[in-house]
């Protein structure tokens, strides 16, 4: 059987082929924008008098749609060119981000207005990232897959910081709106950039017909049949939801009452992002065993900053603890990746990538939106308290499954679309 990825290029980064190079520096582009993006969203409604229940709701409707619509793009992605998905995607994001960007200034946008256009962009977002997810995977050999996993995640986490501290320094200077204009910018420098991927055939449809909903029965299959998998996708349901709240939500609302503003948010996002990618270079040359144990370690950190931010801490204590998480993110990051590409065949990964996400989004939506009657029943610090406790409890909880504590990296071998590995064994 041939091998799913292209020869690699020679010279220097020889393990780097040019579909990776194209979708890490696309990847980088629309990272800067999307960074940024959020910042604003929340300070033009904070700033137009809205109140923290309604930068909830308008997170929740970016993200509904995302949940809703991940699991046809996954089985999208496995039929069709996935460059192809991607572009489509792309542009689409840019029309949404940009239409919002015009009603932001022009005028004060109703919360319908911010909210429907807000949705137009999570819409975009569901059949971007299964396609990405498939695209980056099958562009890298298994043996190079750590060093490349770290450079992809230290391109797309310094476009963090960057677009962090671009998004949160600009809306205080010129206001929310050029900061998601700019975003819509760089949606259509990421798409342009994308239609230079080299096409990959897609997977051939399976016999005996059945078409999308048969697909889709097939992604279930290999996502539900790896408990390793779906305990930390269930972890992670939860976990997103409280992450979310303290960074899209609370993170702001803090920063507005008693820092300085979306200038010192943007400062503490932004070290959230050296975070990334400083562990980024670790990543390259450490190769644990345990993948999902070491991993799971990571995000024992991801409720440092609810911590932080309940305490009242100033701001350089803002930023270690958001450096921290950022630590965090990327430590697991890079292991579960690692995890995917092994265990995963090629050809079913965009829909088990679509599960992947579905899961660990699927309370998202209803976190946000409930984080600002949260707030008001417990007071902002009891529901911050409230969030780091539950990340904390849930990092300890995945451990006791032998599968995530035992999972280990293999040596290097056929890919993962070539030799279909066994269920790890429960010890």
């Given at each position: ?344 065949p090629a050809e079913a990964f965009s829909r088990v990538a679509a599960y992947d996400e ?70």
């Amino acid at each position: 059987m041939q091998s799913r990825t292209p020869p690699p290029p020679a010279g220097r980064f020889a393990w780097a082929s040019r579909n990776f190079r194209i979708q890490t520096a696309a990847t980088v582009v629309s990272g800067l924008g999307n960074a940024g993006a959020p910042i604003a969203t929340a300070f033009a409604i904070l700033d137009g008098g809205g109140s923290t229940a309604d930068v909830g709701y308008v997170t929740a409707a970016r993200l509904l749609p995302t949940v809703l619509l991940l699991v046809i793009g996954g089985a999208l992605a496995d039929r069709l060119p996935r460059h192809h998905v991607m572009v489509g995607a792309n542009l689409f994001s840019a029309v949404s981000q940009g239409a919002l960007a015009l009603l932001v200034l022009t005028g004060e946008p109703t919360l319908w207005q911010l909210m429907l256009f807000s949705a137009g962009a999570g819409a975009g977002y569901a059949f971007y990232s299964p396609a990405s997810g498939g695209m980056i995977m099958e562009s890298v050999t298994p043996e190079h897959a750590a060093r490349a996993f770290s450079v992809y995640r230290m391109g797309f986490n310094g476009a963090q910081i960057g677009g962090a501290a671009l998004g949160g320094a600009l809306t205080a200077a010129v206001g929310a709106g050029w900061v998601l204009a700019l975003d819509a910018a760089c949606f259509l420098a990421a798409a342009a950039l994308r239609f230079l991927l080299e096409p990959q055939a897609p997977s051939a449809p399976a016999e005996g017909g059945g078409g999308m909903l048969r697909d889709l029965r097939e992604g279930w299959h290999e996502f539900s049949s790896r408990r390793w998998l779906w305990v930390v996708v269930l972890q992670f349901s939860v976990l997103v939801a409280c992450v979310g709240a303290v960074e899209a939500v609370y993170g702001p609302a803090v920063a507005k009452e008693q820092l300085g503003g979306a200038r010192d948010w943007g400062l503490a996002m932004a070290a959230y992002g050296v975070g990334l990618v400083a562990t980024g270079v670790l990543m390259v040359r450490w190769q644990p065993r345990r993948i999902l144990l070491v991993g799971n370690w990571g995000v024992f950190l991801f409720g440092v900053p609810a911590l932080a931010l309940a305490v009242s801490a100033p701001l350089p204590v803002l930023c270690a603890a958001m450096f921290l998480s950022g630590v965090g993110v990327t430590v697991f990051g890079v292991n579960w990746m690692i995890a995917l590409q092994q265990e995963i065949p090629a050809e079913a990964f965009s829909r088990v990538a679509a599960y992947d996400e579905l899961g660990s989004l699927s309370l998202a939506p209803l976190g946000t939106a409930l984080a600002g009657p949260a707030a008001d029943l417990l007071g902002l610090p009891g529901a911050l308290w409230t969030c780091a406790v539950v990340c904390l409890v849930l990092s300890a909880a995945v451990l006791l499954e032998p599968q995530v504590r035992c999972l280990s990296r293999r040596p290097t071998g056929p890919p993962a679309a070539d030799v279909l590995p066994e269920p790890v064994a429960a010890q």
